[in-house]
């Protein structure tokens, strides 16, 4: 079965620092990947995902994720991270011997200072 | 309205104590799921389900059970709580047409056993 990890599980950051949250999964075959997010109180969101194609790819507020398949990581960034990117972030896996269904990371909760 | 309704949103109960986490979406989505999130662990999946007559364990039903009353709900059931049973639950739903695409989460039920 396949395994997801998140490496940071707290991270803090000042307003304007740059971000860069890791992801690694276990599977060897074709995955397709995602990064959700969980403002406080809230839902997950989808912030971006990576069928196939272009290996780096852009999600709403700013985020991209760069997929390196030797690596087996899709790691998140953000140049410059707001106070209200505040909230927790997690990686998840769906492997083509899955189905439809996504396997996730630990989580990393993210506190930016104003 | 949300389009997938977590009830109730928080909720103490005593060990021993039978209880029921009930979820309906307007998604028109077949698939449901629901989910737990421990600190650190991540989202693992209880039980989840294909259509009403379908019904599938996940990585960790031990101590649960499910109900698809409707394609729209989907119930979860603590037949006597324990301690660990302590988390935040989520329930999420998908469209098999969308695959992988479309997964939507209900805000989640926090669930504390005293």
Not at chain 2, 50 to 72: C, L, M, W
Request: glycine content about 10%; overall charge positive; proline content about 3%.
């Amino acid at each position: 079965a396949q395994s997801v990890s998140q490496h940071n599980h707290h991270v803090i950051l000042s307003e304007a620092a740059s971000l860069e949250l890791g992801c690694n999964y276990s599977y060897g075959g074709t995955v397709n990947l995602f990064w959700y997010v969980q403002y406080p109180g809230q839902h997950l969101q989808l912030l971006l995902k990576y069928f196939s194609g272009d290996p780096l790819v852009k999600g709403i507020k700013g985020f991209e994720a760069e997929f390196i398949k030797s690596k087996f990581s899709f790691n998140l960034r953000k140049p410059s991270v707001q106070w209200s990117d505040t909230a927790e972030y997690f990686c998840a896996v769906n492997a083509d011997n899955a189905g439809n269904m996504l396997t996730f990371g630990g989580g990393t909760r993210l506190m930016v200072k104003p | 309205d949300a389009d997938v309704t977590q009830t109730p949103r928080n909720r103490i109960t005593k060990t021993g104590k039978r209880i029921m986490l009930e979820c309906s979406q307007t998604k028109g989505h077949d698939r449901m799921y629901w989910y737990r999130q421990d600190p650190g662990l991540g989202l693992r999946l209880i039980y989840y389900s294909f259509d009403v007559k379908d019904i599938n364990k996940g990585e960790i039903s031990d101590g649960y059970s499910v109900s698809r009353q409707a394609q729209a709900k989907f119930s979860l059931s603590l037949e006597s709580a324990i301690p660990n049973q302590t988390a935040l639950y989520f329930c999420a739903t998908s469209d098999s047409r969308q695959g992988i695409y479309g997964y939507t989460f209900g805000s989640g039920t926090r669930l504390t056993v005293v």
